[in-house]
């Protein structure tokens, strides 16, 4: 038989008040590794969703409003890097019909080699 502890509250107010170091205290013990928040909860007689928004208040509080500065070193800018010789492109032949080709090297940008067959399908 297991024994569970059981808080009765008998004056007219009916929540609990928790000093400042009592919710410090418990959101500390959330940050140890390997803690569990459930049973951290479970053993202050705690609902999961008020000490993990007793987690959000503290933490907020202790960020820093102002925000970090970090060090900017400005360099002189980089000369652009020397460009290699390109790669001798093949030739492609697009056979149109009627006895018509369009040769292109490979490397043509696509949708300008779109463009000119619309307009030779158009003829």
Do not use: Y
Not at 45 to 71: D, M, N, T, Y
Not at 73 to 80: D, F, L, N, S, T
């Amino acid at each position: 038989m297991t024994k569970h502890q059981i808080e009765v509250i008998t004056s007219i107010e009916r929540r609990r008040r928790w000093s400042r170091e009592e919710k410090e205290r418990l959101v500390a013990a959330t940050f140890e590794p390997g803690a569990s928040v459930s049973e951290i909860a479970r053993s202050a007689s705690l609902h999961v969703s008020q000490l993990f928004r007793w987690r959000k208040e503290l933490c907020q509080i202790s960020a820093p409003s102002v925000p970090q500065l970090v060090p900017v070193e400005v360099v002189e800018a980089q000369p652009p890097p020397i460009s290699r010789p390109r790669k001798k492109s093949s030739m492609v032949t697009i056979e149109l019909g009627g006895a018509r080709r369009l040769r292109v090297e490979s490397d043509i940008d696509s949708e300008a080699l779109g463009r000119i067959l619309d307009v030779l399908e158009r003829r």
